[in-house]
C-alpha cells in the first residue's frame, strides 16, 4: 500500500508540475535561455540516457546525423525535454524487436530534428488533434497513463523558439514526429 500511495502521489506531483509549464507557456511568463548549443551532443547524450528504457523492450534508439557539428541558438533544456518526450511516446508504441531513429539535419537554415519509430502508426483524423491540450492518442485501444499534455507542451516550447512542429505517420509502419529550429526571428530576439 505504501508504494501505491508514493507512486499516486509523484503522478500527482508530476500533473501539477505540468500544469504549472503549461501556464507559464501560455501566460507569456516563460522565459526562454537562449544559447548557441550543439545539437549533436545533446542528442547523442538524450539517446544514451534513454537506452535502458529502450532495452527491456528489446527496441533500439539509433541516430543519424548528417551534420557535424549542428549548431543552433536555442534553450537546450526544453529542446531535450521535447525530444525525450517524442521518444518516450516512441516506446510507449513501438512494439519489441522494434527500433526509433533520432535524426538531425540542416535544411534551408533550420536545424530539423525527428524521431522515427516501427510502431504501429497513428491514425490521420487523429494526427491533427496530437498537439492539442488534454488530448492523447490510444493505440489499439490500449490507454498508457498519460496527463495528455506532453505533446501539448512540446508545441508550446518549439512555437517560443519560432519553429514550427509535426507528426507524420502511417497505420502499421510507424510514425515521425519532429520540430525545425534555428531561424532568428522576432521572437527569439525579443528573448534575448
Known amino acids: 500500500m505504501q508504494d501505491g500511495l508514493h ?37 547523442e547524450g ?19 546525423i548528417s551534420m ?3 549548431v543552433a541558438i536555442c534553450d537546450i533544456g526544453e529542446i531535450k525535454r521535447v525530444i525525450q518526450n517524442f521518444i518516450d511516446n516512441a516506446l510507449k508504441f513501438t512494439e519489441s524487436g522494434g527500433r526509433i531513429t533520432v535524426s538531425l539535419e540542416q535544411i534551408d537554415g533550420q536545424s530539423v530534428i525527428k524521431v522515427t519509430d516501427t510502431g ?7 494526427q491533427a488533434k496530437l498537439f492539442q491540450r488534454f488530448w492523447q492518442a490510444t493505440s489499439g485501444g490500449r490507454y498508457y497513463a498519460s496527463t495528455g499534455l506532453g505533446l501539448y507542451l512540446c508545441r508550446k516550447i518549439i512555437e517560443l523558439h519560432g519553429g514550427r512542429i509535426w507528426c507524420e505517420s502511417i497505420l502499421g509502419k510507424g510514425s515521425t514526429f519532429a520540430f525545425a529550429i534555428g531561424k532568428v526571428n522576432s521572437a527569439i530576439s525579443q528573448q534575448k
Open 7 to 43: 507512486s499516486s502521489n509523484e503522478s500527482l506531483y508530476q500533473l501539477v508540475q505540468t500544469l504549472l509549464e503549461v501556464y507559464r507557456y501560455e501566460s507569456g511568463a516563460m522565459q526562454l535561455s537562449l544559447e548557441e548549443h550543439n545539437l549533436e551532443k545533446m542528442i
Open 46 to 64: 538524450v539517446v544514451l540516457e534513454l537506452q535502458p528504457l529502450a532495452k527491456p523492450k528489446n527496441i533500439k534508439i539509433v541516430t543519424d
Open 120 to 126: 504501429k502508426g497513428i491514425n490521420e483524423e487523429d
Open 68 to 70: 557535424r557539428p549542428c
